[in-house]
């Protein structure tokens, strides 16, 4: 008996050689056996596609299209819960800050530069005085010093870690006792008699107007800055938030008007309450955040703006008195020329500062929307008018060669420029306050208006979906 060799192929079908069997229901591929046989599971499907599946299976029957269209309107009324809570959230935490943080922050930057000013200003009127220097120019000199440095130690703790503000604070601390030291040698050397105090007090002036005011005019710079920020978070409307209440209540009303189709039943009660808590939601966005806006927008266009403008005039106005009396305290030591024709250095930046403060008094007038506003500032007009008058009063005597007489019109103690400065100086300050009540008025009105709105729209958030998904189990009911 022979066998075939083990490496042969295997017989082709043929005239007396039967074909391979193959397993039942797998057809044979020509040129290789069947690959399965019975038993042999088939390949497992992913659940993905499994949910697809069952997902379209459901749509096909009317029970699994309600349960699709409860669970797309329940997700649509939280979805529009969810993101409201969220922007309003976000709008409510910026106005509060507007309110006490940035805003205060900014006014204190403001108070910073004008402690600073006023002190360069107490300072010189103090030298004018010579060896009797009055007790009230003093105190009024110590407690601007004593204002500018505990400002910049609650700016400091306000600062951000490596910022510019931080930086430009630093620079104030280093500079603000090096200023104080030359003022205090120029008041030792004016007691002894020794002219050498003036070139003190005027090397103190430049270190005070050079480098001091700058720094603290970039730090109020950047403070109003983080202001606008403020109210540039606080302001815009939620229009996500407002688009999602809309595609909800758009949604809801198709759900009803479908079953209205179906089943002639006028009112589905909860989707219909759904409908309510939902429209109820979108109107306490809408109003609420446009009373919000509106007061917070009231807050700048008669707080703000009106305050910018004040705190610039009150620093020209010290700074115009500052420089007058330096123009006593230099005796014309001091030149610059302009247009080929030399001025005294301070009295040509008087009257770059006095016009500033007159432009600056035109333009909080027509800002001011009351008589508590417009009233201060009329009174500094009239001051700063008197003002002009007697400093060119007292210049003409500087320049004829009457020191004295020229003093007596700048410091003296009735009928002095002095008298009108103050005047200026307590009118700004009673319009400042005046507005900065307006400010804070206004902006807690804004900030009130959306007291409770982010946790009362996610509260009718969430009964709307209940009312959605219960109108529609109440559908689904009837199936059973």
Sequence with gaps: MTHPPKSAAPPVAGPGVPAAPTAPGIPAQAGRPAAVGPGVPPARRTAFAEGVEQLRAAATTEPGRLRIIGAVLALLVVAFGVVTAWQTSARSAAADDVLHRSQPLSSGAAAIYRSLADANTAASSGFLAGGQESAPSRDRYEKDIRTAAEGLVTAAANAEPGSAAETTIARLNRLLPEYKGLVERARTYNRQGYPVGGAYLRYANEKMQKQMLPAAEDLYTTENRRLDADYGDATPYPWAAIALGLLALAALGWAQHRMYRRTNRVLNHGLVAASAATTVALLWLVVGHAVARSGLDGSYEHGIRSLNVLHDARIASLKARGNENLSLVARGAETVTVGGKPYDTYYYDFDKDIAVLGKGL???????????????????????????????????????????????????????????????????????????????????????????????????????????????????????
């Design 362 to 480: 035109t333009e909080a007038a027509r800002l001011a929307d009351d008589q508590g506003g417009t009233a201060p500032v009329k009174t500094a007009e009239g001051n700063m008018a008197v003002w002009k008058q007697r400093h060119a009063t007292a210049r003409s005597e500087d320049e004829n060669g009457n020191y004295q007489q020229a003093l007596d019109k700048v410091i003296g103690a009735k009928g002095a420029t002095a008298e009108c400065f103050d005047g200026v100086d307590r009118s700004l300050a009673r319009a400042i306050d005046h507005e900065r009540a307006e400010f804070q008025q206004a902006a807690g009105d804004g900030r009130d208006a959306m007291t409770g709105l982010p946790v009362g729209v996610a509260v009718l958030a969430v009964l709307g979906a209940a009312g959605a998904v219960a109108g529609i189990g109440r559908r689904l009911s009837e199936y059973r």
